[in-house]
């Protein structure tokens, strides 16, 4: 079982610009969720797919936003980059959407925004 | 007010230590509570996963949650160098999958 992929692991981009990251679910999840983890800092939800729909959304503005594919995969964009972008942005899946079971974390993508 | 209160750290132990690791909350519609470890530069491992009220334990681990309070604990037996990481406490509602996480508190096990 190859667990939670993330890609890549880790990324640099200017100001300003666009970024897509990518999560594979561990096999027989199909709920994903994103978090952002600061330095020092516990993660903070940003949003969870479901049936490819977005099911619910933390205090993030509307520069991120994610898609879920029909094999269950995920990716997360964030638009118009700032510098407190720059974190590292955790992919976790579950098996359901509100099920009583824990959530699995990938190893994540660092993003340095400059 | 955060949600989730954590002591950050560092804690430092000699090895064969008893840990203690906590956390407080102040939403009383939690009844999921979670223990993650994570290595520097790594994504958080689960550790313990408890359903409302209780003890639990695992190995060296031992999860104690009192909903009263609004107080859960970590415990781990026989600490270990490689024990050394980052402890986080996760909480979630019934129904939601959503996490709120403490800040994390910093583990460090001297041989």
């Known amino acids: 079982d190859a667990g939670v992929t993330q890609s890549p692991t880790h990324l640099i981009k200017t100001r300003g610009q666009q970024v897509t990251l990518r999560c594979s679910p561990k096999s027989g999840h199909d709920t994903v969720s994103w978090y952002q983890q600061a330095l020092g800092q516990g993660p903070q939800f940003i949003f969870q797919?479901?049936?490819?729909?977005?099911?619910q959304r933390g205090n993030f503005p509307d520069r991120f936003s994610g898609h879920q594919f029909p094999n269950y995969s995920s990716e997360l964009n964030v638009n118009a980059l700032l510098l407190g972008d720059s974190a590292l942005y955790l992919c976790?899946?579950?098996?359901?959407?509100?099920?009583?079971?824990?959530?699995?974390f990938g190893q994540g993508t660092r993003l340095t925004v400059v | 007010q955060k949600e989730v209160e954590q002591d950050p750290g560092p804690l430092s132990v000699p090895e064969g230590a008893i840990v203690s690791l906590n956390c407080t909350y102040s939403n009383s519609a939690f009844q999921y509570f979670m223990w993650y470890r994570q290595y520097s530069r790594k994504g958080p491992e689960l550790l313990m996963y408890t359903y409302s009220s209780g003890n639990k334990e695992d190995g060296r681990f031992t999860a104690q949650v009192d909903k009263s309070s609004k107080y859960i604990s970590l415990f781990i037996r026989d600490s270990q160098p490689s024990d050394s990481a980052t402890y986080l406490c996760?909480?979630?509602?019934?129904?939601?999958?959503?996490?709120?996480f403490g800040t994390g508190t910093r583990l460090l096990v001297s041989p």
């Open positions: 797919y479901y049936e490819e729909e977005e099911r």
């Open positions: 996760a909480m979630r509602n019934t129904g939601f999958q959503k996490l709120v």
């Open positions: 976790a899946s579950s098996p359901g959407p509100g099920g009583d079971t824990e959530a699995f």
